[in-house]
């Protein structure tokens, strides 16, 4: 029986000893990841794709998750690599962005790329209603969802689920929380990029999120039309460019 769903797997590419974790967003898989990691497959990068616990097979697994299920996932992921990289990076978009920047505060990660990425629960409900959101899940299990994907190929092979379940929002929250504390902890190079068009993040959340990095090295990269998904829109090209110009920068600073 076939238990994860197509575009939810896990990939990996072997190249050079600069390696890239690549971690993709709440309710999402995989899939949304492939193409950037891709790119730097071409540009000879070792590249792992992780799927997170309770995503890409049915969403009644999510409800089951919890945020130190996601964050044990990245770092299984980071430690598979350094069994055959010298430096690696973490990229994540979305969530997989909160927990990319929660790993360069607690992994020798080289750098830290994060995309999409909620400085706080985008949703002014959530934090407020935390304490009672396990008990609500009892009764009110999944709250709907929309996509601002501006591509209509990527909006139609895009794999994820078609809810959020109220039980893992909590477990959101608390991870987006650990991540904000976690950040004047965070020394490496970070790029953020961000849309100014996402309908799910506002862009100010990106700029939050730099004014308190302890990292003196960072940046963010606008993007003028792209959705939330910026992996798999229509300046992902631009995206992918940035991801990896940053990244031989850094090798060339530290080599």
């Avoid at 598979?80 to 990076?89: K, N, Q, W």
């Avoid at 973490?90 to 020798?108: D, E, F, N, R, T």
């Avoid at 750098?111 to 899940?137: D, E, K, Y």
Wanted: proline share 5%; glycine share 10%.
């Amino acid at each position: 029986m076939t238990i994860i769903m197509e575009g939810g797997e896990a990939f990996f590419a072997q190249g050079n000893n600069t390696g890239c974790l690549l971690v993709h967003g709440f309710t999402g898989a995989p899939n949304e990841m492939r193409e950037l990691g891709e790119h730097l497959a071409r540009a000879d990068f070792t590249v792992l794709g992780i799927r997170l616990h309770g995503h890409g097979t049915r969403i009644g697994d999510l409800v089951r998750s919890r945020e130190q299920d996601w964050i044990a996932g990245v770092e299984d992921g980071f430690r598979l690599l350094e069994g055959c990289c010298d430096h690696i990076f973490v990229l994540g978009i979305s969530m997989g962005g909160v927990l990319a920047l929660h790993a360069g505060a607690h992994l020798p990660a080289a750098g830290i790329i994060a995309m999409s990425t909620p400085h706080h629960t985008p949703n002014p409900f959530v934090p407020p209603l935390r304490p009672f959101l396990p008990l609500l899940s009892c009764v009110w299990r999944y709250a709907g969802k929309g996509s601002d994907l501006q591509d209509e190929e990527a909006r139609k092979t895009h794999v994820d689920y078609h809810a959020h379940p109220v039980r893992a929002v909590a477990e959101f929250e608390d991870l987006v929380r650990q991540m904000r504390a976690a950040l004047p902890a965070l020394k490496v190079p970070v790029l953020l990029i961000q849309s100014r068009a996402d309908e799910i993040v506002p862009a100010e959340h990106a700029l939050q999120i730099q004014a308190a990095l302890g990292s003196a090295d960072n940046s963010i990269v606008w993007l003028e039309n792209s959705g939330h998904m910026v992996t798999r829109d229509i300046e992902q090209d631009t995206v992918f460019k940035a991801a990896e110009t940053f990244i031989m920068r850094i090798v060339k600073d530290i080599s």
